[in-house]
């Protein structure tokens, strides 16, 4: 898990709400979960490659579920490396704490989508590609990771 130098001054705030980003730059798949429970569903997807729409979109979000924390997936190669999508990652999560001045950590996403991919189809046979499902439950999927780290944390 990786915290920029921003996010270490903000202290996790006794919210419970969480809310998760599977950021792509034209989808933002958002889930919501809860740090007490360590239960999480699928939230909303934002499509758009703007970037004011987008930040009214999450300032919205935010507004109407007050989380304590935000989990953002971490795009990184298959070996590990950084590509230019982990760097505009990076830049969005500061952008998030330095905005709402929420804590924000970034959780490494690898085959997320292709696990969500398999659980959408699992479970109703069939998806639409571009309807955002896959978005939301990547970042489900992001945010139980997240958990499971912290509860291994704790172990």
Known sequence: MHDSGINQTL???NKANILS???GETKIGIAVGNQITKTSHPLKTIISTKKVERFKAIES???DWSPGLIVI???LNEDGSES???ILVKKFSD???NKFKIPT???DERYTSVEAESLLISSNGKYKKNDGAVDQVAAQIILESYFERKVNDIA
């Open 95 to 97: 952008k998030i704490v």
């Open 105 to 107: 950590t970034l959780v």
């Open 21 to 23: 980003f599977d950021f």
């Open 84 to 86: 230019r999508l982990t």
């Open 11 to 13: 202290k996790l705030s």
């Open 61 to 63: 979000l935010i507004s």
């Open 73 to 75: 997936g971490l795009p």
